[in-house]
């Protein structure tokens, strides 16, 4: 079976923090995926990265920073100085080899808050 | 580049009705998802198409729920009775190929059954 935990419901930060959100995984696949969305108020889901299992290298982008360890089935996403405009929920999803990589499973998701 | 649009952004039903909604995905995107995204959860996948053909539909609730793409471009989904737990917002997505491809979501219809 294939599972996302987003542990953290809400987290609220002042403009200028630094916030990690969590992510763990369940998957007996050995080649799988893992990927990260932005939901602003909006609605639309905004594609942030992607990242294959065999690729465990952190990436950086601006203000965005990843860190995907294997080893405790973990895809963490950390945004450096946030802005307001970072106030969105965040959702953290898995597609596996066992689904044919049809199945795109997303956790709960976490809603960031950043006040001025 | 135009997005996947969708269509109606917002319906408010009575339970038993039927409802349906709309979707066009990005050109050149063979495959074409509709997910289920309740209140407080993350999306839930309820069908997915390459081209015109059912590719998983294993989560959707078929003694209500229908969904087609005749002609492996625009979809329709369709709920009928609808229930008070339907409820939620239907997002719809493409992409290129298969799900470790970006999808890009639609902006969502979100139903209110009363």
């Known amino acids: 079976a294939q599972k996302v935990t987003q542990a953290q419901t809400e987290i609220s930060v002042v403009e200028k923090e630094d916030v990690t959100l969590d992510c763990v995984y369940e998957t007996r696949d050995t080649t799988y995926y893992l990927f990260w969305y932005k939901q602003p108020p909006s609605g639309e889901l905004v594609f942030l990265i992607r990242?294959?299992?065999?690729?465990?290298q952190n990436e950086i982008s601006g203000r965005y920073s990843w860190n995907f360890q294997k080893s405790t089935s973990s895809f963490n996403f950390t945004i450096t100085a946030s802005q307001v405009v970072d106030s969105a929920v965040y959702f953290c999803a898995l597609s596996g080899f066992s689904g044919g990589y049809n199945k795109l499973i997303f956790g709960a998701g976490t809603r960031l808050a950043v006040h001025p | 580049e135009a997005g996947v649009a969708q269509s109606p952004r917002y319906k408010i039903i009575e339970k038993r009705q039927s409802v349906a909604f709309w979707c066009n995905p990005i050109?050149?995107?063979?495959?074409l998802y509709w997910y289920q995204q309740i209140l407080g959860q993350g999306p839930k996948l309820l069908i997915q198409?390459?081209?015109?053909?059912?590719?998983?539909d294993s989560q959707l609730p078929k003694d209500r729920f229908s969904a087609e793409r005749l002609k492996g471009v625009d979809s329709t989904l369709k709920i009928q009775p609808a229930k008070l737990e339907d409820s939620a917002v239907y997002l719809c997505?493409?992409?290129?190929?298969?799900?470790?491809?970006?999808?890009?979501f639609g902006p969502g219809t979100r139903l209110t059954v009363l």
């Open positions: 997505a493409s992409s290129f190929v298969t799900s470790y491809n970006e999808q890009f």
């Open positions: 990242r294959n299992s065999f690729d465990e």
């Open positions: 050109s050149g995107h063979a495959t």
């Open positions: 198409f390459q081209n015109n053909g059912v590719v998983d």
